[in-house]
């Protein structure tokens, strides 16, 4: 739940006159009083019902008596007014729920004290489904002002223990909000209401930061960010000082009659000049397309896999300005994936994208430089042709990220930003489970001779033995073999590989372990393959790390490291 305490005034008829109305866009519904100081003040009802200014002024007049008493002593600004949203996932609470949580913040505030008799005059208004209007007249019965000192602390403070007694959604506040909150700037009930007379499901803000980012993703400079933009079809103007250095942006729909302009920052935060200034400095000296072609060069997909699958180490830590430029540039990423995917997955991604901007972006101020590995690559893959297997693998490994930042934001109790990440999964997922299939099926039709999956079936056994049995039933089995053939291939020992896959991504959870196996080993085996000498240590090795050990430490079983949480799949 969110307070909002408005400036205080002093025309108490006005401000009542404004909560009975029909609103700005015929948004107010079924206005009526759910409380008030003494639940016997007259209640005007909707602003077209018979008799309503009658009653509104009687209102006026109660609220207004002990105001006029106290005459020249009442305060400057004596019309206290807070309003109080519930969160867009939150239930539909009832007058009665709401009638409670009014009292409770005006006991908090010190507008009106439980038990108190002289306590200030005031009335909850409910004029939809998710939020109240209290409207306060700052005159106690003995004609002294309330004690009301850091009434906005004090109402958000009551509000958290409202969200635990109601079961509501948990918003950040205070050092919680400086980590959780989200930098997205909300449209306007105007902007909704402009979007559905147009036909629009997303308002001119969504539409216009959905495109500023993905153009953000792709660009590796700031003129190259302004021409995206304009080739995107925005209208797109820049500010420049008396010096001639640029000041700012702002930019507007092709389609959306007379234009109405955004700057980058009341887009979001982090899409103010400034900040688009500094992520673009942080971007990696971007490789041509000649020399990205260069077969040396590791794939800008697994270089983003690489980047991408330490996000969740980066997150324990307790460095904030590393943890959000990392996240920061991951949903660059995201926002870059449609451009790279198959048309029939763009729309799902793009979701996906969207989504995570709730999930995931903060307040805390992002140190860049931290970010750099996954922002070139990013930047590089521009000069990529699609890699269907590539995205696969990227997939594979953002959805892993998602649930770190799930499993972060619950365990500060950040309600939306869970909610928010659960969405981008649910995308993220889909997107996998589409283009999935096809690489497999690729890499399938590489398999290699009958004797030498059965070589690779019989160093499964000696290297996973407690998930060998399932792996060799997996659809992924043939595409497995086929990747280890091509490890091998480049120099790398498939026992090796295998290891190494399982130490760094445990199986247990895993719907199909296979297919998490085909992923790593597509990376590990992209790396230089070790010497000769490097083989015969890592050999060495392997045969003392995989000597078959049971839980009570005698020969029989090898058991997987778990070094990172599994993913449901």
Known sequence: MIANIVKPGNHTYGVLAYLFDKGRANE????????????????????????????????????????????????????????????????????????????????????????????????AVRHAEDHIHIVATKVRGDLRPPRNWNDYRRAMNELTAVEEDFGLTRVARGPEAAAGTSAVKRSTRAEEEKAKRLGHDKTARERLRHAVRTALSHAKDLDEFFNLLADAGLQVETRTLPSGDLQGYKVALPDDGTPIWFSGSSLATDLSLPQVRQRLAAAEAQPTAASSARPHRPSPWHVATAAAERIPHHLARADDGAVQAHLTVFGEVLYALPAHAPVRLQAELHRAAAAFEHAAHTRARADHQHARALRGALKAMRYQHTDHTGLAILLDAAILVVLAVQRHSALHHHDRQVAAARQTLTRLQAAYDEIAPTSLAVLAGRRPSKGTVHRYARTLHEVLPSHAGQILTETAWPALTATLAAAEAAGHNPATVLQQAAQHRPLEDAKSASEVLVWRIQRLGNRHAPGPGARTAQARRLRTQAAPQTDSGLPGAFTPPTSHAGRPR
Do not use: Y
Not at 49 to 57: E, V
């Open 28 to 123: 107010h519904t079924d206005q009526h009083i759910v409380s008030s100081w003494d639940d016997f003040g007259p209640d005007p009802g909707p602003w077209d019902s018979p008799g309503h200014k009658q009653r509104l002024g009687q209102l006026t007049q109660a609220l207004d008596l002990r105001v006029k008493q106290a005459g020249d002593k009442a305060p400057e600004g004596h019309v206290w007014h807070c309003s109080i949203r519930a969160a867009p996932e939150d239930r539909i609470l009832t007058d009665a729920e709401w009638a409670t949580i009014a009292r409770r913040v005006l006991h908090a505030t010190g507008i009106a004290p439980d038990g108190d008799p002289d306590g200030c005059r005031w009335v």
